[in-house]
């Protein structure tokens, strides 16, 4: 099954894809980081802004997918919708889908992309979704969508994302949603296996924090928050919100999960305000290698980066592999299903039904 992919970012959804079995046949982003990226650990990629790539110079696929930005849907954001430019964004992957045809669309998003509406008030997921049952004459797609929780899949992070898949019309098979994962070892999913490793791991480097951020991070137990900092210490900006803390609606900055907690989730921006950055244990933010395995990359993935927020950039922005590994496998027994008359199919359907070991996604 040949798999066609959009915003790739440095490979997160591929990787997962292709340990379900897919074969990535081309790949796409503009991002030079995020090309580097994918280019050392996954193979090709084209480094293109996606409105300038000519459907047809591409070559054929079964499925196509695509997180397409987020930061249009995003509820941290201004929230535009598709009034923001590069909400159309998901109108150039629709000019990829219509020319060729793929058997199965996959898009992942966040959760804002739930409650946003577009200018007529709809619901755009609902727009989302008519859009693609509708693409042309000839041209339909059977979709679902669903909010998934990357840790009810084995990834040791609470990170919430929509995933929208389309079967085509003409595809006789019903596409279902993974099943959650029970693990085997729950241990797997906390801080303290996230900061457990072999210390000759690549990218054991971290950003630092900014000067101010060290200071409060002093006070700040395992566990704990900026409410740990006495006022006194506090920035301006943090007194004001602190003054006020209904208005602002208790805001839980600063988070530092503990070890036998599971982490929240990591942002592209990799600030403390925003997200659980801080390690447990040390006054430093996780390291590249550390954030990597909060988003389940597997450990010999290499983000090899002269800029290091570069390296928390494409990281935070990935789709986590087992998380897609586990929605690529769904497609995958789905489209496989379709095509049971065909033996060597069915045979890789049932080789696919055997749940990976522990930690047994290595990169291939
Ligand atoms: C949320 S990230 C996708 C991450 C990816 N799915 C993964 O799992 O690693 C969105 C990506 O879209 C890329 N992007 C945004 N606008 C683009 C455009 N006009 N053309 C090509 N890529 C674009 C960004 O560079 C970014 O890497």
């Known amino acids: 099954m040949r798999v066609g ?3 790739s970012g440095c490979g997160g959804m591929d990787l997962g894809f292709i340990q379900a079995g897919f074969d990535v046949v081309w790949a796409n982003d503009f991002d030079k980081h995020a090309c580097k990226v994918y280019a050392d650990n996954i193979g090709p990629i084209i480094h293109q802004d996606v409105c300038t790539l000519e459907a047809d110079s591409l070559d054929e696929i079964d499925v196509l997918c695509g997180g397409f930005p987020c930061q249009p849907f995003s509820s941290a ?3 535009k919708g598709v009034e923001d430019h590069r909400g159309n964004l998901f109108f150039e992957t629709l000019r990829i889908v219509k020319h060729h045809r793929p058997k199965a669309v996959v898009f992942e998003n966040v959760r804002g992309l739930l409650s946003t509406k577009n200018a007529t008030g709809n619901k755009l997921i ?4 008519e ?3 509708n693409l042309d004459e000839n041209l339909s797609y059977k979709v679902k969508w669903k ?4 840790s009810h899949y084995g990834v040791p992070q609470n990170r919430y994302r929509v995933f929208i898949v389309g079967i085509r019309s003409d595809i006789e098979a019903e596409f279902k949603f993974p099943a959650e994962i029970i693990p085997q070892n729950p241990q797997e999913l906390t801080v303290d296996w996230i900061i457990n490793y072999d210390k000759d791991l690549p990218n054991q480097e971290h950003w630092k924090l900014s000067p101010q951020a060290s200071l409060m991070a002093e006070y700040i137990k395992e566990g704990g928050s900026w409410k740990d900092v006495p006022y006194d210490v506090l920035p301006p900006r943090f007194k004001r919100i602190a003054d006020n803390i209904k208005h602002y609606r208790s805001p839980n900055f600063y988070r530092r999960f503990s070890r036998n907690e599971i982490n929240g ?3 592209a921006s990799a600030q403390p305000e925003n997200c659980g950055i801080l390690h447990p244990l040390e006054n430093r933010r996780y390291n590249v290698r550390e ?3 909060i988003q389940s990359f597997p450990d010999n993935f290499r983000f090899d980066l002269d800029m290091i927020q570069e390296a928390y950039k494409v990281i935070g922005n990935a789709v986590p592999p087992r998380l897609a590994y586990h929605v690529g496998k769904a497609v995958l027994d789905t489209l496989t299903q379709h095509n049971s008359d065909n033996i060597s199919s069915a045979k890789r359907s049932r080789s696919l039904t055997k749940e990976p070991s522990e930690r047994d996604l290595i990169l291939k």
């Open 291 to 293: 954030v990597a395995r």
């Open 147 to 150: 909010l998934l929780n990357a």
């Open 5 to 7: 992919s959009l915003f």
């Open 265 to 267: 989730t990591i942002t």
């Open 126 to 129: 609902d727009d989302i979704q």
């Open 131 to 133: 859009v693609l049952e």
């Open 77 to 79: 954001g201004k929230r």
